[in-house]
């Protein structure tokens, strides 16, 4: 019974148990390392070492993650990556260099993951040129190019997201709003008056980091650059979200509501899981799966579905959601939303 209730948990929560094995993996191996027996038999553990790191965490995560479900077999390549790192870090730097093989293998996987990233990048950039034509926005193309070469998972999501955030960010200046033919379309920050509090927040985050990084580096001047750089980091992710805010706006077409607040959250709804658009009031807030998508603020509509909802956000964060509080800055989006409770 007690081996049975442990493959159902398994089976209903790989990744929270793969996470668990992987800990205790590399806790047994920072034990290892650390017993008096390393340094009687410093070749042999370490080989132990590096093979539980390298091999048994990535075989684990297989057998547990990806076996029978619908995820990518890339997804194993930073696993290795993550046990090989862990590696460098546990086994005395001197011990790694005298193990024989062990330069050779590192040099290999090395090899082997430049030629595996140069194969991908080729990939994309050919799924990339395919896939344009069908999608509106940067956001959109790249993050079904992602998905159809090495599938969805967190990871892929979490890339998609980061690199959005970069784009829009940095090189979408010269972008244009692209919205399909008869679509209406509406962005949901001007009414909130979210663009006076960026440059408010995006004033006091500057000059806080500045402050801290000089009162920090009286202690260190590594951990003041590191928070500075968080700090950067912050106010560049807040720029991208504005940035995707104006880029990529909420609209309605013939058959789907594309719901797109910035780089917070996604969402692609067919217009006949809606059940019912009505104007918001504060106990829809109390209904069953509901979730506020707003900028700041209070809603304007609650869009309430037949069926849930993925709701994608940033850094690959998903959400089921039944009933949608949405706002609005225009009279045309807010009048075909109308035509929707008729």
Known sequence: ??????????????????????????????WVVASPRFSVHPGLLSYAVLADLVVTMPVFYYYVVLRGRSVSL?????????????????????????????????????????????????????????????????????????????????????????????????????????????AVATTSHRRSG???????????????????????????????????????????????????MLLRPTFLTSSMLRLRIGMRWQADVPLHEIRCVAPYKPSDALLPGYRKVTVIGNPLWTVQLQRPVVLEGPFGIRRRASSLGIATDHTEFDDALRRLRQ
Do not use: C, N
């Open 1 to 30: 019974m007690v081996y049975a209730a442990g493959m159902t948990a398994v089976g209903r929560y790989p990744k929270l148990t793969f996470l668990v094995g992987a800990l205790a993996i590399s806790s047994l191996s920072g």
């Open 74 to 182: 890339v997804t194993v390549f930073p696993i290795v990556v993550l046990g090989l790192i862990r590696a460098r870090m546990l086994i005395p730097a001197k011990q790694l260099h005298q193990l024989p093989g062990v330069e050779l293998f590192v040099g290999l996987a090395e090899v082997v993951a430049l030629a595996w990233l140069g194969s991908r990048a080729l990939q994309l950039r050919r799924m990339y040129r395919h896939i344009g034509p069908r999608e509106s926005t940067f956001a959109d193309t790249f993050a079904e190019t992602v998905r159809e070469s090495f599938g969805k998972s967190p990871f892929t999501s979490f890339v998609i997201s980061e690199v959005s955030i970069l784009y829009y960010g940095l090189f979408s200046w010269r972008a244009e709003v692209e919205i399909p033919d008869g």
């Open 194 to 244: 979210w663009s006076g509090v960026l440059i408010g927040v995006g004033m006091i985050v500057v000059v806080e980091s500045i402050a801290i990084h000089f009162l920090v580096a009286l202690w260190s001047a590594k951990l003041a650059w590191v928070l500075s750089a968080l700090s950067a980091y912050g106010l560049l992710w807040l720029l991208g979200d504005y940035r995707a």
